[in-house]
């Protein structure tokens, strides 16, 4: 880290620790998310991290980014995706969007104001996407949406949804995507997901029963709605990583202060060589997943996304955040497994960071094809 990275990240820990994590375990239990902590968040410059200044962005890198999400995730997994998956909307509208749409959409949501969704998922096209069913339909001056959408991150509480539907024939080249906003016509949610971790994080079902979206709502052109989830999808695969780092790092720093203080047979049990082991374990794995995300994160401050290194950093940060926070449970022992210590919530909200952003098994997929078409490239 250069010293700006480490005074921001100093003061944000800061921040964290005074206006989040005092209200985790209350809120983790009670299901309940705070607008006024991600606004918080947004007073503090980081809802909008890697935009430029002229739509109110922090331009910073995404290296930078990756710090940020690292700290606000060693605090609460969920807010630091509330902040992931709006940064992946507003990345979206920058890459993807009209300059219109992004003076109209960018400014509330890089300041906080207001928190952007992305929807993709349907209850028969989770992996599987470009098989999604949502239809939009052409009519004079726009389109009318009709389908659900499922486990949409802040849905209910985004004002801002990207959404993607079919404007055409079958598979990804049928695929169009449109800026929905909360209260067009037409457009509810359906039930909150009751949930194992994530529980600050409302995830909702999204309705559209004849919802009209104006032309100018539309991404790009019909059937380039594909690309547009899979671009935002790199961007936001590197953050999800981010997190997984921050989650795994806190599991780690929890279990090295219990293991230093707990004494059994007269001894810190940290002393004790199976314990040591375990932790180096944890240590090396949580530090070799922070350097391919630096890696990745360094791929799209590039200007040219690398999306295998972005799956692979999703993948091994992820999987390391659930080995790690399991095993912190196992080295707290009884106590891990309670309320009383933070272990057991972040190994609930690190299982689903496996899940999300394309599962662990799809982005082995992804790289594998590029693993493929590279050496049949040398070949
Ligand atoms: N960037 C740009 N374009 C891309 C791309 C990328 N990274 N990846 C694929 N494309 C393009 C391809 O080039 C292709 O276009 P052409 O035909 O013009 O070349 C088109 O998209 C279709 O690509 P594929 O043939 O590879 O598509 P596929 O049907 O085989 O699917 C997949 C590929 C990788 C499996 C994809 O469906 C996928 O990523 N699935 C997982 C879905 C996912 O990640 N969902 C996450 C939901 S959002 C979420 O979880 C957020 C949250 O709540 C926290």
Redesign the pocket.
Known sequence: MNDFQKELILNLRKFCQNSIESHMEHDDAEGRFRMEIFQGLGDYGVTGVTLPEEFGGANLSYLDYSYILEEIASASVPYA?TVS?SGMVQSILMDFGSRAQQEQYLPALTCGKEIGA?A??ESHS?????NLKTTAKKVPGGYVLNGTKM???SGGIAKTYIVMARTGGE???GVSAFIVRDGAPGFSFGKAEKKMGWKTSPTRELIFENCFVPEENRLLEEGQG??VA??G??R?RVA?GAIGVGCAQRALDESIKYALTRQQFKQAIFDFQGLQFMLADMATETESSRLLVKAAARSLDSGSPN?KLCSMAKLKATDTAMRVTTDAVQVLGGVGYTAEYPVERFMRDAKVLQI???TNQ?QR??IA?HLKKEYEHHA
């Open positions: 995706v998956v992305f993709l998922s989770g992996s599987d996407a470009a486990w949409i991150t598979g990804a080249k594909f690309k899979m671009g999808l790199d936001g999800i999306s999300v952003e394309g799809i997929v992804v094809r």
